[in-house]
């Protein structure tokens, strides 16, 4: 079992569409969690980031991260065409060289 | 353009040839990763300098591989007699320990992508 799991998709949606992106994990010590945006043949963009469990918004974005389920999710509103992109989830202990990535969501938004 | 720069981009090269990737992470970031990714994975840590010491590396980096960051600012990741199984794209990320998150938050550069033919 990989150290964080997450659905590859491909997932299409019209656009409009409230988008749900999600990763479970088996590692209790993780505490920081992020998400990336990766565009096709372009490195990881940092879209968000939460500490321990919780919500956290930003603009359109919004992040969940349920410890106790070790669940952690990303919701799109209003998803966009230039949503279209593979998103990546990533977690980390808080040592510098152990954070695990899962392998990405591969989203497509039709206009 | 104040991100982490890769350089080269691209670069095909021939089995058994040695390779050179660049990177210069964000100005002020005193950390700096080597990640390598395949189509349809995440990235997966290579390296970690903090300032010019190394301070870990993985498993997967083979003899062949091998990473510097001379000044403390700039890194180079070589990699000696390239295999096939190489190929791969090449990804620096850098962070500050006074950044986000206390550091854990890491910044990505374009990537430099290998084929090995």
């Known amino acids: 079992q990989k150290e964080v799991e997450q659905d590859p998709g491909p997932l299409s949606v019209p656009e409009g569409a409230i988008v749900s992106l999600n990763c479970t994990y088996s590692?209790?010590?993780?505490?920081?969690f992020m998400w990336y945006r990766q565009y096709s043949r372009k490195g990881p963009e940092l879209l968000m980031y939460t500490y321990s469990s919780g919500n956290k918004e930003d603009g359109r974005f919004t992040a969940q991260v349920d410890k106790s389920s070790k669940y952690i999710s990303l919701f799109i509103r209003d998803s966009q065409p230039s949503d279209s992109a593979t998103y990546l989830c990533?977690?980390?202990?808080?040592?510098?060289?152990?954070?695990?990535f899962g392998a990405g969501t591969r989203l497509t938004v039709k206009p | 353009d104040t991100g982490v720069s890769q350089d080269p981009r691209h670069k095909i090269t021939k089995r058994g040839q040695n390779v050179t990737f660049r990177c210069d992470p964000i100005s002020e970031h005193n950390r700096l990763y080597w990640y390598r990714q395949t189509l349809g994975q995440g990235p997966e840590f290579l390296t970690y300098?903090?300032?010019?010491?190394?301070?870990?590396k993985s498993r997967l980096l083979s003899d062949r591989f091998s990473a510097e960051r001379p000044k403390g600012s700039f890194s180079t990741l070589e990699i000696q007699r390239t295999e096939q199984g190489d190929s791969a794209m090449y990804l620096c990320?850098?962070?500050?320990?006074?950044?986000?998150?206390?550091?854990?938050?890491?910044?990505f550069g374009e990537g430099s992508w290998l084929t090995v033919v």
């Open positions: 300098f903090q300032n010019e010491a190394q301070l870990e």
């Open positions: 990533a977690m980390s202990a808080g040592n510098n060289n152990d954070m695990r």
């Open positions: 990320a850098s962070s500050s320990i006074t950044g986000s998150a206390g550091g854990n938050t890491i910044y």
């Open positions: 590692n209790s010590a993780f505490q920081y």
